[in-house]
């Protein structure tokens, strides 16, 4: 082999020089943990968190989760990070995703994670103490399956996951009724999303609620208040069905009154309008309304209909659809091109992705922030479209009344129960 032939060589030349054994390289193994780039050790710690909370979740209603804001995530977490940092300095690598060490320290701490929430979220006195059910679970915690015990007053040997590669669990006795108010609060579900959206299939929103549940906090949406001017604008933008790619079908006036081109050619708007005599030419009136507007070309180059509307907040335009590009890749390291292949942005991720996009371009967290006010909506509609009709903004504002005096958005949790993060509970 070729790396005894240089061993032999080294051997011959006296082996005073250190001798190096070349590895071929090999395929990337897969990941276990969840990684984002650039901040590696916290994605990996907070698979820890994620798996409490889980956990804990599988025991509330449908649709509630753990309310991780009221609790003081800090010293658990430096003190996971350190224990993990340590690991990683010890293995010489920035993460081996086989490391039986580091799967044990993220089962021990989600374990201690369970138990804090369950006692200062939940407000729980005990729990069910509950084994891992086979050949190696250690006598000790087999003897204490099944068993009541408080949290106040720990078995030998302490609380599950507290010894070390104990892979018992605390199970909660949760009476409902006697739950802190602020101890739960709502997912950002499908169901839920009926709400703003009750023409739009199940699937779409399922899919929608779980990408928006994933924005709550890089999206800025961590507010009753900035969530429901969020979906207000997008139940506008979208239509009831959720509708994720624009509709040129209107009629004559309505073109008129909501494009210039057609203000100025009103003949044109008769032409390729809806009418009793003939459907709109859709692509036609996209072209010829979205001209010469937000990067595009002429009528003719075909930008308008290409370009058109897509998205929960329908991006549009070619430099639109650029410049979404760009802030995708920047945040999301995926590099897509929407503007070679604008259909993506109708996927329902990329919907809601554009949609966040545009709502922190315009910096319209801070104008929600004003309230939940037919003035703040106002201010909000200007930024978005500042060329759309009275009707249009009368309709933005009873869709804001609506969800504000809904209920359905009260409670909704100020972080992402399907990735959460212990930064999210600062």
Same mark, same amino acid.
């Given at each position: 082999?070729?790396?005894?032939?240089?061993?032999?060589?080294? @051997?011959?030349?006296?082996?005073?020089?250190?001798?190096? &054994?070349?590895?071929?390289?090999?395929?990337?193994?897969?990941?276990?943990?969840?990684?984002?780039?650039?901040?590696?050790?916290?994605?990996?710690?907070?698979?820890?968190?994620?798996?409490?909370?889980?956990?804990?979740?599988?025991?509330?209603?449908?649709?509630?989760?753990?309310?991780?804001?009221?609790?003081?995530?800090?010293?658990?977490?430096?003190?996971?990070?350190?224990?993990?940092?340590?690991?990683?300095?010890?293995?010489?690598?920035?993460?081996?995703?086989?490391?039986?060490?580091?799967?044990?320290?993220?089962?021990?701490?989600?374990?201690? &994670?369970?138990?804090?929430?369950?006692?200062?979220?939940?407000?729980?006195?005990?729990?069910?103490?509950?084994?891992?059910?086979?050949?190696?679970?250690?006598?000790?915690?087999?003897?204490?399956?099944?068993?009541?015990?408080?949290?106040?007053?720990?078995?030998?040997?302490?609380?599950?996951?507290?010894?070390?590669?104990?892979?018992?669990?605390?199970?909660? @006795?949760?009476?409902?009724?006697?739950?802190?108010?602020?101890?739960?609060?709502?997912?950002?579900?499908?169901?839920?999303?009926?709400?703003?959206?009750?023409?739009?299939?199940?699937?779409? &929103?399922?899919?929608?609620?779980?990408?928006?549940?994933?924005?709550?906090?890089?999206?800025?949406?961590?507010?009753?208040?900035?969530?429901?001017?969020?979906?207000?604008?997008?139940?506008?933008?979208?239509?009831?069905?959720?509708?994720?790619?624009?509709?040129?079908?209107?009629?004559?006036?309505?073109?008129?009154?909501?494009?210039?081109?057609?203000?100025?050619?009103?003949?044109?708007?008769?032409?390729?309008?809806?009418?009793?005599?003939?459907?709109?030419?859709?692509?036609?009136?996209?072209?010829?309304?979205?001209?010469?507007?937000?990067?595009?070309?002429?009528?003719?180059?075909?930008?308008?209909?290409?370009?058109?509307?897509?998205?929960?907040?329908? &991006?549009?335009?070619?430099?639109?659809?650029?410049?979404?590009?760009?802030?995708?890749?920047?945040?999301?390291?995926?590099?897509?091109?929407?503007?070679?292949?604008?259909?993506?942005?109708?996927?329902?991720?990329?919907?809601?992705?554009?949609?966040?996009?545009?709502?922190?371009?315009?910096?319209?967290?801070?104008?929600?922030?004003?309230?939940?006010?037919?003035?703040?909506?106002?201010? @909000?509609?200007?930024?978005?479209?500042?060329?759309?009709?009275?009707?249009?903004?009368?309709?933005?504002?009873?869709?804001?009344?609506?969800?504000?005096?809904?209920?359905?958005?009260?409670?909704?949790?100020?972080?992402?129960?399907?990735?959460?993060?212990?930064?999210?509970?600062?």
């Amino acid at each position: 082999m070729r790396h005894e032939t240089k061993f032999a060589r080294w @051997i011959r030349s006296g082996g005073n020089s250190a001798f190096v &054994l070349p590895l071929n390289h090999s395929a990337a193994p897969e990941l276990k943990f969840t990684v984002e780039p650039e901040r590696l050790l916290d994605s990996i710690i907070d698979d820890a968190l994620a798996t409490g909370l889980a956990r804990l979740n599988a025991f509330l209603p449908t649709g509630v989760s753990i309310d991780i804001t009221s609790v003081d995530l800090t010293p658990i977490r430096d003190e996971l990070r350190e224990v993990v940092s340590s690991r990683l300095g010890e293995t010489g690598v920035p993460v081996n995703p086989n490391d039986p060490v580091i799967t044990a320290i993220l089962r021990r701490y989600a374990e201690r &994670l369970n138990g804090q929430f369950q006692q200062e979220a939940l407000g729980l006195s005990s729990y069910v103490w509950r084994s891992s059910d086979d050949g190696k679970v250690r006598a000790a915690h087999r003897e204490n399956d099944d068993q009541v015990f408080l949290w106040s007053q720990p078995p030998f040997g302490g609380h599950p996951g507290e010894a070390w590669n104990c892979r018992c669990t605390a199970e909660p @006795i949760i009476n409902l009724e006697y739950l802190p108010e602020e101890s739960v609060c709502d997912m950002l579900t499908g169901d839920r999303l009926a709400f703003v959206f009750p023409e739009a299939e199940t699937d779409t &929103l399922a899919k929608i609620a779980r990408e928006l549940d994933l924005r709550i906090m890089s999206g800025q949406l961590d507010s009753r208040e900035r969530l429901i001017h969020f979906l207000a604008q997008m139940r506008k933008e979208a239509g009831d069905d959720a509708r994720l790619v624009e509709d040129f079908t209107y009629r004559p006036a309505r073109l008129v009154s909501v494009y210039q081109y057609f203000s100025e050619n009103p003949d044109q708007a008769e032409l390729f309008g809806w009418t009793e005599e003939h459907p709109a030419n859709q692509e036609m009136i996209a072209n010829l309304a979205l001209a010469n507007r937000n990067g595009n070309g002429d009528a003719e180059s075909g930008d308008g209909w290409r370009f058109r509307g897509r998205g929960l907040f329908q &991006l549009t335009g070619r430099g639109n659809y650029r410049a979404f590009s760009e802030w995708h890749e920047e945040t999301f390291r995926e590099g897509i091109d929407f503007a070679a292949d604008p259909d993506r942005a109708a996927e329902p991720v990329y919907a809601v992705r554009s949609a966040v996009y545009f709502w922190l371009d315009h910096n319209l967290p801070e104008l929600a922030n004003a309230g939940l006010t037919d003035a703040a909506t106002n201010s @909000i509609t200007e930024r978005i479209n500042r060329r759309t009709d009275e009707e249009s903004r009368s309709q933005r504002r009873k869709f804001m009344q609506h969800l504000r005096d809904g209920g359905q958005f009260d409670k909704i949790c100020r972080f992402s129960v399907a990735q959460p993060r212990f930064e999210d509970a600062e």
